[in-house]
């Protein structure tokens, strides 16, 4: 693990240039998870672009139920509140693209400071070298007084070194540090991720999908990919993802082993867990 410096909330304001997201920053030590503690904020009726930040998770969680690998003191682990409440023709529309542009603020952020190339897994999956530098968790919820608000997680690896990494992540994880091999200030690294997620929401609430879904388009390594797809009732489906429709799912042309049943209608894919094969 490189030694990096401290995540305190002054550093973060000193370089944050966003006008609503993570002006207020709650700092912790160490959580269970960021995601959880924001939730009980937000229904405590917390501001608008909260910010849960913590050094440590020991509960720490990814989709689809997995955890979240939180060691102190080398990664990123941080949470967004928002409650902007969004009319009924566009909250299907911001709930299935929350995701999305999560990772590609994400995915800009990490570029910035480290100039190493980063796509998207779809829907949420950020790939260095097709190894997995960082994760999305977006949740919805609502409390006994409060509007309905939505959370989205975020986890980073930054610092940490190839032996550091339990066993049965080595293959599959990467950070920042391992392929770079520079320390990365995890201080300026949330301002950068927190600018470029405040400019995707903004752009998303005033102009729709439009251009954010060409630059998702643009980085999401899935597409022109063979595919298994791990659906929640136990189903798999093996086939070649075309592409993003415009509710965000990852369009699928199932294969077929029998040329006399024709061209399978297309799938639209919104919950799945993805494995890239080769073609």
């Known amino acids: 693990m490189q030694p990096s410096p401290p995540l305190t909330r002054n550093t973060i304001h000193s370089t944050l240039s966003t006008t609503w ?19 009980q904020l937000a229904q405590a009726e917390v501001e608008h672009g909260t910010v849960v930040v913590a050094d440590s998770q020991t509960a720490g969680r990814g989709r689809l139920s997995r955890t979240w690998f939180s060691p102190p003191g080398a990664n990123l682990y941080c949470s967004m ?31 910035q400071v480290s100039s190493v190339q980063v796509s998207v ?49 080595r293959g599959s994880a990467t950070s920042i540090w391992q392929e770079r091999k520079i320390v990365i200030d995890r201080n ?28 998702y388009h643009q ?36 294969q077929t082993t029998d040329p006399r049943s024709g061209t399978p209608e297309v799938i639209h894919l919104r919950v799945a867990d993805i494995i890239h094969m080769k073609i």
């Open 219 to 254: 980085r999401c390594s899935t597409i022109g990919y063979r595919v298994q797809a791990a659906l929640a009732n136990g189903d798999m489906i093996v086939g070649l993802a075309e592409g993003i429709g415009q509710d965000g799912s990852l369009r699928v042309q199932p």
């Open 188 to 215: 300026r690294l949330l301002a950068l991720l927190l600018l470029e997620l405040e400019q995707c929401l903004d752009e998303l609430a005033t102009h729709g999908i439009g251009r954010l879904a060409l630059a």
């Open 81 to 111: 509140i928002l409650r902007t409440i969004r009319p009924p023709e566009r909250l299907t529309e911001w709930l299935s693209w929350l995701p999305l542009i999560s990772a590609l603020a994400t995915a800009e952020a990490i570029e």
């Open 21 to 39: 997201l993570g002006r207020r920053i709650e700092l912790f030590d160490c959580l269970p998870s960021t995601n959880r503690e924001a939730v």
């Open 121 to 169: 897994k779809w829907p949420n999956d950020l790939l260095i070298s097709d190894r997995k530098v960082g994760g999305i968790l977006c949740e919805s919820a609502t409390g006994a007084r409060s509007d309905p608000f939505q959370i989205i997680g975020i986890g980073i690896n930054v610092n940490l070194d190839h032996d550091d990494w339990p066993a049965d992540l």
